[in-house]
């Protein structure tokens, strides 16, 4: 056959795979194949090209013009049959291609057979439709020409009417058999040519009497009549023949068919087939065996097909098998018709002991609420449910975490059931169970560590903070402080430029950097805090938001500032030490030279007189002119300022005297009371400021005997007075109003704090950081040694453990707290 | 009678002005710059008083208390020191020594001084 003699057919189809397929069936079929992807390219190709024979047609092709629609443009100007293909079943699409002209519908994937035997379905319809058109043509054209010729006829008929009834009456009834047999044969030729079955008979000498063009193809023949006379040792099926010959053997020695068995052919190219054969014997008008009648359906492709299905079967079966999945399938009543090999594995029942079973057994009571409510979701609503998790009991009667996912397969047929996939989640549950601890641990160091902890966006809006961190500034809640802070922590640090130069600092570090900053809690009153700011950062880098803490170091700076304290009182103690002997020699010198010099003029001495009259004149002249020139004053002025002198080194020597008296048990109210009436005593303070105009209010708490020095805290009080009664001198208070002093004992937290407060003018913050400064003083020079708070303030904290601190402010009064430890006597 | 005393200081000038106002009362003084000249003198006289300083360059007025009592008995001792931390040591307490025989300088009157003298009860 020339490749011209082919028949060309345009294969409309979008699917690559399906047209491969076809395309390799039609040219196995010798068909020339002309491919387009879609209905637009197809109405091109059919347009530019002349030698189409047959438009083989998919529908529907995806975007696009569809099959139906291509194929009525194409018919506009191109005679051709067309055959549609396609995996719709729908009536409607059925119709729609009906009622163009169509040569036949294929579904797809039916099989070789099916679709050569179509497309020459096809052929021949179309050739016959082709035939008919033009034999109408030439039957109207003749038509008008037998009208005329049928008056002349009508006039010989009735002449030959009476001959013919006689000829017809006198010819044989064989000759009428053998119309009638021509026309059946005729008949039964083209449903053996057409029938997509393979068709052949055979005598009793097994040669073949006959076949369709099926076999003959099979057999490598052009022509059915080629085979006649063969028998199955002369095809390429030699190798089955032997038992072809045995099977139509048995068949015409029994006269019983042999119906739909499997059995092997070669192909005149070499290749096996599958088949399903029927062979029945044939029987003449007697009812004579006189050969078989055999057909055969090629089944290869329909066994592979099987043969696939077996192994994607077992594979699958062979995933589920080995899968740590469960796999459940349960029917619409929720009962389980099916459970995979790994659930006896995992749960430890015997295989098959889910079967039948409820779908809510062994689910705990506590996660049963939950699996029931998502079952009735997936079931009610047909999609696939969300993973849930619950709790199930082993064989052993152990709890084990699953984690299920339903997916509603009732209407799948082939599946008809609910598919449940269960997955053993219990070391995920413990790593879960982990990771939540840690978290708890770390919820738990942030809700109760000391340090204040916060979290805020990049540009300084407060996202989150700690109890601690709520103490420290004095909110009540997160809304408080979010409130107060988020106008860009205007409210929280006293000087704003902190934040920023902070903010610009941050550091990356685990460890940032730390910054001492005043703070304002909420109240506004400023507080020293220890502030460390980094950024916390996601994956790549890219800063997220700020975390920092917080610390109120208050308290830190001000034992600080009284260690600073304690230590300049160390190094005066130490200079004291050094300085005393050296300085107290040459004041011993002035003090005694300006007393010896005084006695030697105004002393009632023997020697004064004598050394008079030796030098020429009598003493009284000698004082007279003393007088006169007041040397008794020079000389009292040079004793004075000594002994003044030789005071400020005494009290200075103080810091560095030894205990010399003991330590003794004593209540701190007595000493107090001593103090006040020494006060009251005291000649400076009843002649410059009058103590007993003060007005005292007392306000002693029970207090312990605790070890003290008594002379020494009686000297503390005692220059307490001294100075309030100096400070309240200086103040003039109105009528109703005079000055006061009150005192306050308590016990408290293993110490004894006394409070002695005055309503004196007070001082600022910076007098009040130098009160206990050595040789500070407030006082015109000459009233105060500026040493008195110092000593204090050594007796205290070096000699007794104690603390002493002055709070003030300006016209507000000062009041002096001294704690000392409460240690217990030893008895 | 007139009362005898013995001054020791290394400084010229308290010294002089301690014998200057005793001896205008009538007293009569010595003195000497170290511990070890009025041992020396001690060998061969003895006083009724002596002040020491107790500071001094050489022998202290400690140890010049210890041997002075080991040569004469009986002489009551002023210790005039500048030195608050100044203790009195076992050998000194031994010596009869207490806090009465101390008196720091500088002291404010000379009567002081006078008054610690006489004050002395051995």
Redesign the interface.
């Known amino acids: 056959m020339s490749e011209s003699d082919k028949k060309a057919i345009l294969l409309i189809e979008d699917e690559k795979v399906t047209a491969k397929t076809i395309t390799k069936i039609l040219e196995k079929n010798n068909y020339t194949v002309l491919h387009a992807h879609s209905g637009e390219e197809a109405v091109a190709i059919a347009n530019n090209c002349n030698k189409i024979d047959l438009l083989l047609t998919d529908i529907d092709l995806g975007g696009g013009i569809d099959g139906t629609v291509a194929v009525e443009e194409i018919l506009k100007y191109k005679n051709i049959p067309a055959l549609f293909l396609s995996s719709h079943t729908e009536p409607e699409i059925v119709e729609k291609t009906e009622k163009i002209t169509s040569y036949g519908y294929v579904v797809k994937n039916t099989g070789e057979t099916v679709l050569i035997a179509s497309l020459n379905m096809a052929f021949k319809l179309f050739e016959a439709h082709e035939k008919i058109n033009t034999q109408k043509q030439e039957l109207e054209a003749s038509a008008e020409k037998m009208q005329a010729s049928l008056e002349e006829l009508e006039s010989a008929n009735e002449d030959l009417t009476t001959t013919q009834k006689r000829l017809i009456e006198s010819e044989s009834k064989a000759t009428l058999s053998e119309k009638l047999m021509a026309e059946s044969n005729n008949m039964l030729q083209l449903v053996l040519n057409t029938i997509p079955a393979r068709i052949f008979w055979k005598g009793l000498d097994y040669r073949y009497l006959g076949c369709n063009r099926l076999v003959a193809m099979d057999a490598g023949f052009s022509s059915p009549e080629q085979l006649i006379g063969l028998d199955d040792f002369n095809m390429p099926w030699r190798e089955q023949a032997e038992q072809y010959r045995a099977d139509d053997l048995s068949i015409i020695n029994s006269g019983n068919a042999k119906i739909n068995y499997e059995e092997r052919l070669t192909q005149s190219d070499g290749t096996v087939l599958w088949l399903n054969t029927t062979k029945v014997p044939l029987r003449n008008i007697e009812g004579r065996i006189i050969g078989i009648l055999g057909t055969w359906e090629d089944i290869t492709a329909k066994k592979n097909a099987m043969e696939s299905l077996h192994i994607s079967e077992e594979r699958f079966s062979s995933i589920i098998q080995s899968s740590s999945d469960m796999i459940f399938i349960i029917n619409q009543n929720y009962l389980i018709s099916y459970e995979s090999p790994s659930t006896a594995k995992i749960l430890g029942y015997p295989e098959g002991f889910f079967l039948g079973k409820s779908a809510f057994s062994l689910i705990h009571p506590d996660d049963l609420n939950i699996v029931m409510q998502e079952m009735d979701q997936v079931s009610r609503f047909k999609n696939d449910g969300l993973p849930t998790e619950f709790r199930l009991k082993k064989a052993d009667n152990t709890w084990v975490f699953l984690e299920a996912i339903a997916s509603n397969l009732l209407e799948n047929p082939a599946v008809k059931g609910i598919v449940i996939t269960a997955r053993d989640i219990s070391e995920r549950k413990k790593s879960e169970e982990v990771i939540r601890l840690s978290e708890e641990k770390f919820r738990n160091i942030f809700e109760t560590m000391s340090v204040g902890y916060f979290r805020t966006s990049i540009d300084g809006n407060l996202i989150d903070l700690n109890p601690a961190c709520l103490h420290i500034f004095g909110y009540d809640s997160l809304e408080d402080a979010k409130a107060a802070l988020n106008d860009n922590s205007n409210n929280v640090y006293a000087d704003h430029d902190e934040w920023v130069r902070m903010r610009n600092n941050i550091s990356d570090k685990t460890v940032p950097a730390a910054y001492t900053v005043k703070l304002l809690k909420k109240n506004g009153s400023e507080f020293f805090g220890n502030v460390s700011l980094r950024h916390v950062n996601s994956s790549d880098g890219t800063p997220l938001h700020i975390e920092g803490l917080v610390e109120d170091i208050s308290e830190r700076i001000k034992t600080q500032e009284i260690l600073i304290q304690s230590e300049k009182m160390i190094t005066v103690a130490g200079l004291a030490a050094g300085m005393a002997h050296e300085i107290n020699n040459p004041l011993g010198i002035i003090m005694q030279n300006a007393e010896n010099a005084k006695n030697r003029i105004f002393g009632d001495l023997p020697g004064n007189i004598s050394a008079a009259n030796e030098a020429g004149t009598d003493i009284g002249t000698i004082r007279k002119y003393a007088d006169m020139r007041r040397i008794n004053n020079y000389l009292q002025e040079i004793h004075d300022a000594g002994t003044r002198a030789a005071k400020i080194v005494s009290n200075m020597l103080q810091f560095s005297r030894r205990t010399e008296s003991k330590f003794s048990y004593l209540d701190i109210n007595d000493i107090m009371e001593k103090a006040i009436e020494l006060a009251m005593n005291d000649y400076d303070l009843k002649k410059k400021y009058d103590f007993r105009k003060i007005s005292i209010t007392k306000n002693y708490g029970s207090l312990p005997e605790i070890q003290c020095q008594e002379t020494q805290i009686e000297q503390v009080f005692l220059n307490i007075f001294k100075n309030a009664a100096q400070a309240m001198a200086k103040k003039e208070f109105s009528e109703n109003e005079g000055p006061s002093l009150n005192i306050r004992t308590f016990s408290n937290n293993s110490k004894i704090t006394i409070e002695i407060a005055d309503n004196g003018p007070g001082m600022d913050e910076n007098t009040r950081k130098k009160i206990f400064e050595p040789f500070y003083t407030t006082k015109e020079p000459g009233s105060g040694t500026g040493l008195g708070l110092s000593v204090s303030f050594y007796i205290i904290v070096t000699g007794h453990n104690g603390t002493i601190t002055a709070e003030s402010s300006p016209g507000k009064g000062c009041t002096f707290i001294i704690t000392l430890p409460e240690k217990k006597r030893n008895i | 009678m007139n009362m005898k005393l013995i001054v020791i200081d290394d ?1 010229k ?2 010294r002089d ?2 014998r ?2 005793f ?4 007293w009569s003084v010595i003195t000497f710059s170290s511990g070890e000249d009025a041992l020396e003198f001690l060998e061969k006289e003895t006083t009724e008083y002596i002040i020491v300083d107790g ?1 001094l360059p050489g022998m202290t007025g400690t140890d010049f208390i210890r041997k002075a009592s080991l040569i004469r008995s009986g002489i009551k001792y002023i210790i005039y ?5 100044f203790q009195i040591g076992d050998d000194l307490r031994a010596s009869g020594i207490t806090e009465k025989n101390i008196v ?7 009567t002081d001084l006078h008054n610690a003298l006489e004050h002395i009860n051995k």
């Open positions: 400084e000038n308290i002005t301690i200057d106002y001896e205008d009362n009538g500071r020191t500048g030195s608050y931390d720091m300088k500088p002291v404010m009157d000379f």
